[in-house]
């Protein structure tokens, strides 16, 4: 498959978002077992920062100084999180790359060539103030360009109705800020 292709596939018809995330596919076999609590584990963790993030930004003055005060524990629970998010980060951790990424699939730099239909993980941090990675079971659908200039395209492989619902709302939170960082007066 070419890289129109391939593009057209995995972002054609549903929202996709650009970003610069930590991320890798590791190549290996599929275990059933193991891509069933992989993605438990995945819609889980999604689901737990869409409450964390979608409390965020509500304007306190609209509920009274009960508000407030709540506000200021959230915002101090938030940077005692980033503070032992940064303490453990291990330095294993997938190098930071541009990339695409739907609830269909991704597209990733990769130096090394892998035939298409190769499965294995794509994995991913999906939020800046948590070193944890998802696993998401997935197999390359195109591979472009060599050396450092190359891509693989990757779709996603079995994942519950559950965790594509959770994925696309994650998406949608990281679109949605990325437009309001965009009309952000500078």
């Known amino acids: 498959m070419n890289r129109a292709d391939a593009d057209a596939l995995l972002f054609g018809d549903v929202l996709a978002c650009d970003e610069v995330r930590s991320a890798a ?7 059933p077992a193991t891509v069933h609590a992989d ?7 999604l689901q737990a920062i869409a409450v964390v993030e ?14 407030l005060a709540l506000n200021r524990i959230e915002s101090k629970l938030d940077l005692l999180t980033t503070l032992v998010g940064a303490l453990l980060r291990n330095r294993d951790a997938d190098p930071m790359h541009a990339i ?12 090394t060539a ?8 794509f994995r991913i941090q999906p939020s800046d103030w948590l070193p944890q ?9 195109a591979h472009d360009g060599s050396g450092a ?3 693989l395209w990757l779709r996603f492989e079995a994942l519950s109705p559950g965790l594509e619902t959770a994925l696309e709302r994650h998406l949608f939170r990281v ?12």
């Open 25 to 31: 596919f590791v190549p290996g076999v599929l275990d």
């Open 39 to 45: 993605s438990l584990h995945a819609e889980t963790f």
């Open 54 to 67: 979608d409390g965020r930004g509500e304007d306190p003055e609209e509920h009274g100084p009960t508000a």
């Open 100 to 111: 695409r990424w739907s609830a269909l699939g991704a597209c990733i730099p990769n130096p």
């Open 114 to 121: 892998l035939p298409e239909g190769t499965t294995g993980y």
């Open 133 to 141: 990675a998802l696993r998401l079971p997935a197999s390359v659908l």
């Open 149 to 151: 200039d190359s891509a």
């Open 175 to 186: 679109h949605r800020r990325e437009i309001a960082e965009r009309r952000r007066p500078r």
